[in-house]
């Protein structure tokens, strides 16, 4: 079954490190997605990506992040200058998207980042 | 604008009793709604989900949810708790919109006791 894969699985990184994480969306997907949890808290939504650019950010989607599908089958997540807070799980996700398409996003086991 | 909220963040059921996690939603459009299942140190699983058509939606694992409008809920419910069932479980909500964007609640922790 298809899935959505993400690496590293942990990284380590000190403050103020650039640090990229990277997913490999299912193959025909259209819509892609960031979402984070900080540890205890909820999944929140990063960002949304479609036709080559973001369709929608949240406010914690600063000039500090960037994504990009640099080639056909990678969608990447870069934090520019990491700080303490930036320490969470990262999951990417995917859709189909367009019209009858009931929704459902498909995640990744998720990307840890812990920020020293 | 989309919201969920999840009553209770924590439910502790015995091995066998009724499992229910409450979900309520707020939609300016008629929603797209899921119920998502997190086990320790892994990712997001999709256990079911309601767009349209039947307000009884059944799931993996035995879990079922009702949809009701006139309530802005969608319920989780499995009739008789397993102890691999323990795990966070996330409702979240969709616009249907292109975008397909999820909003989640805040999740809720089970604990099935033996």
């Known amino acids: 079954e298809p899935e959505v894969t993400q690496t590293p699985s942990h990284q380590v990184t000190q403050m103020g490190q650039e640090v990229i994480l990277r997913c490999v969306p299912i193959s025909n997907h259209l819509y892609f997605y960031w979402y984070r949890q900080i540890l205890g808290q909820k999944v929140e939504f990063l960002v949304s990506f479609y036709n080559n650019e973001i369709s929608e950010k949240s406010e914690i989607f600063d000039d500090q992040f960037s994504v990009e599908r640099p080639d056909g089958s990678n969608f990447t997540l870069k934090i520019r200058s990491t700080k303490l807070e930036d320490s969470a799980m990262y999951f990417c996700a995917s859709s189909l998207g367009g019209q009858g398409n009931t929704g459902e996003l498909f995640f990744g086991e998720g990307s840890r980042l812990t920020v020293l | 604008a989309q919201s969920v909220t999840q009553l209770g963040s924590h439910v502790s059921v015995s091995e066998g009793a009724l499992v229910l996690l409450r979900c309520n939603y707020s939609s300016s459009v008629p929603p797209y709604l899921f119920w998502y299942v997190q086990y320790p140190n892994q990712g997001l699983q999709l256990l079911l989900k309601y767009t349209t058509g039947a307000t009884l939606v059944k799931g993996i694992n035995g879990f079922e949810a009702e949809f009701k409008k006139s309530e802005t809920s969608f319920h989780l419910t499995k009739p008789s708790a397993h102890m691999s069932d323990a795990a966070e479980y996330f409702c979240?909500?969709?616009?249907?919109?292109?975008?397909?964007?999820?909003?989640f609640g805040a999740g809720t922790t089970v604990t099935v006791r033996a």
């Open positions: 979240a909500v969709s616009e249907g919109s292109n975008d397909y964007k999820l909003s």
